[in-house]
């Protein structure tokens, strides 16, 4: 269990290896292509940090710098969230729902 209580503090902290840990398991939720918005721009791929399970150091990240191709070949913008093990270094879930964050 991380020692501090702040889940943007150790959040801030473990945003990159969340990043490359859960990339891959985000694109794995797509049908089609995925296109990152994030890669050609200075927005972070995630924008918000929670804690999923405090006792255990889970933190889940959270954004919307993606976009999914659909069957028509159109990309649609999704937001994403991934429960991230900083401990671990691992992906522990990911969702994604259809659209940005508010």
Known sequence: MPCETDARRVGSRHVGAAATACKADIEDL????VRWSDETSAVPRFARFA??????????????????????GSFQPVTYECD??????????????????P
Request: aromatic share 10%; hydrophobic share 35%.
């Open 51 to 72: 804690w999923r399970d405090r006792a255990q150091g889970t933190i889940t990240f959270i954004g919307d710098q993606a976009e999914f191709e659909n069957g028509a």
């Open 30 to 33: 797509a049908g089609h292509r």
């Open 84 to 101: 991230f093990d900083p401990a671990g270094g691992k992906a522990r879930a990911v969702r994604v729902r259809q659209g940005r964050l």
